[in-house]
């Protein structure tokens, strides 16, 4: 069941990547979905399909062999693949998310070796930053990496980390010099296959159980010092303007979960007959669904309207990233728990694929920072003066 293409101020060119997103998830991901969700497994039909269709990486730049995507497009192709399936939509993201400091911070050399391998589908990216003590907090990390003549030789573990085990590229921040606090910490890239990295048995998890989120080891990692990415003590600067690009990419998935999830209740309103009618000719229902409807086109336009700020690099993205995944992932939430209330006692079964759609819903409001660490985030923005004029 779906509703057509709402209809958006987007270029012809937005517009005809929506349509091929949606053609490649309905024919090639959708399916798959309650499987991937049941058997806990990696959504391999999704990033094949993805990755054959140029979608899994479509922000890589061109030059470096990938789609050239730019901010909003890569927005799309979340939101849609979201809208099928939240877990398959982790591909393009957390790629994006894994990438995005070389692409930021790197030199030229790491840029062309590595987004190159990720364009050409050689592995995908992940991002370690969080630690079992190191949240929200994300200076505490413990992580170490230490000088040893031509190598950094790296230590500690990495927790939460999406795609941990499948991706072949890690972006790994570590602290070079403790005294500096956040000014004392690096990034770095780490391959899957350098000797001492190992992964933690998969987390059993609430919802998107087709993206597998591991514990990532690092014992004596020795790697060559030109895979540092950026300066020395530049980690921690790198890694927060990474989240500002790529909390837009969260608020995308919210919107997508949310329309899929809208979407199905409305065919359902509009087939399950009650009281010789359609529930959906009952007031009651009707305000419900428009309420959610309206919802998610506000989150949706503030997560394109933040896509825009993005790829301009506006001083504001802090702000509008911040808005823009703390409003949509509570939109998410609220929607497709009303979309289980429409179908009742069916949504509460896992033989209609709302309640999944709420179990994986709850995600957004939580990784790549808190809604709670989101509305911080704003309030010094607000307070810094750093919003832009209407």
């Not at 499987?35 to 959504?43: C, S």
Request: net charge negative.
């Amino acid at each position: 069941m779906s509703s057509d293409f709402p209809m958006y101020a987007l270029s012809e060119e937005h517009q005809a990547i929506r349509e091929a997103v949606r053609a490649v998830c309905d024919a090639k991901v959708a399916p798959y979905a309650t499987a991937v969700d049941e058997e806990a497994r990696y959504p391999q039909e999704a990033s094949d399909a993805l990755q054959a269709a140029d979608f899994h990486a479509p922000h890589v730049p061109e030059e470096y062999g990938g789609a050239g995507a730019d901010a909003l497009a890569t927005v799309i192709v979340i939101e849609e693949v979201a809208r099928a399936c939240v877990s398959s939509s982790l591909i393009p993201a957390v790629n994006k998310l894994g990438s995005l400091p070389v692409q930021i911070s790197g030199s030229e050399e790491l840029k062309k070796k590595y987004l190159g391998k990720l364009a050409a589908g050689d592995g995908g990216f992940s991002y370690c930053l969080s630690e079992p003590d190191a949240g929200s907090d994300a200076v505490s990390m413990k992580t170490r990496a230490v000088r040893d003549g031509d190598d950094w030789v790296l230590n500690g573990v990495k927790r939460w980390i999406t795609n941990a085990g499948v991706s072949e590229y890690y972006t790994v921040m570590a602290v070079t010099d403790p005294e500096k606090r956040s000014k004392g910490i690096s990034a770095f890239v780490v391959e899957k296959s350098d000797e001492g990295v190992s992964f933690g048995a998969p987390e059993k998890k609430l919802g998107i159980k087709g993206s597998p989120t591991r514990e990532v080891y690092l014992d004596n990692v020795r790697i060559p010092a030109d895979r540092m990415i950026g300066a020395e003590g530049t980690g921690f600067e790198t890694a927060m303007k990474t989240l500002d690009h790529t909390r837009v990419t969260i608020a995308a998935q919210a919107v997508g979960v949310a329309q899929g999830a809208l979407d199905y209740a409305l065919g359902y309103a509009k087939e399950r007959q009650q009281f010789g009618k359609p529930i959906a000719d009952f007031q009651g229902l009707q305000f419900l669904l428009a309420d959610m409807g309206m919802k998610v086109e506000a989150a949706r336009q503030m997560t394109y309207a933040a896509a825009g700020r993005s790829e301009r690099g506006d001083k504001d993205l802090t702000f509008f990233g911040a808005a823009a995944k703390c409003f949509a992932s509570d939109v998410a939430m609220e929607v497709t728990t009303n979309a289980v209330q429409v179908l009742g006692g069916y949504g509460y079964t896992r033989e209609y694929p709302v309640e999944r759609m709420m179990r994986d819903a709850k995600i957004t409001q939580i990784y790549e920072g808190t809604n709670q660490v989101q509305r911080i985030v704003m309030a010094r923005q607000l307070l810094a003066g750093i919003q832009s004029e209407l």
